[in-house]
Nanobody
């Protein structure tokens, strides 16, 4: 059983920065693609960023140029660096590996 635990959420002003972390339990972390999703109130969950096992990245258009996904295979951790945040980035952010999901961390951006 894989567990994903997100952290780093909180309240931030528009234009500020925040770094989210997701620690995965179990082995073979480096062999899996990892991704971040988010879900704002009343909205469907949407993909934010993906990092493949090879280190390639892909982003939603809405965060391109502002967010950066990275991974540390020694620490079994995937990160989401959020810069120049906007009020519309307010959401619960989830980490995902295949069919495993974390419980999420809330990010609130004030205007």
């Amino acid at each position: 059983q894989v567990q994903l635990v997100e952290s780093g959420g909180g309240l931030v002003q528009a234009g500020g920065s925040l770094r989210l972390s997701c620690v995965a339990s179990g082995s073979f972390f480096s062999m899996y693609d990892m991704s971040w999703y988010r879900q704002a109130p009343g909205n469907q969950r949407e993909l934010v960023a993906v990092i493949t096992k090879g280190g390639s990245t892909n982003y939603a258009d809405s965060v391109k140029g502002r967010f950066t996904i990275s991974r540390d295979n020694v620490k079994n951790t995937v990160y989401l660096q959020m810069n120049s945040v906007k009020p519309e980035d307010t959401a619960v952010y989830y980490c995902r590996r295949m069919n495993y999901w974390g419980k999420g961390t809330l990010v609130t951006v004030s205007s």
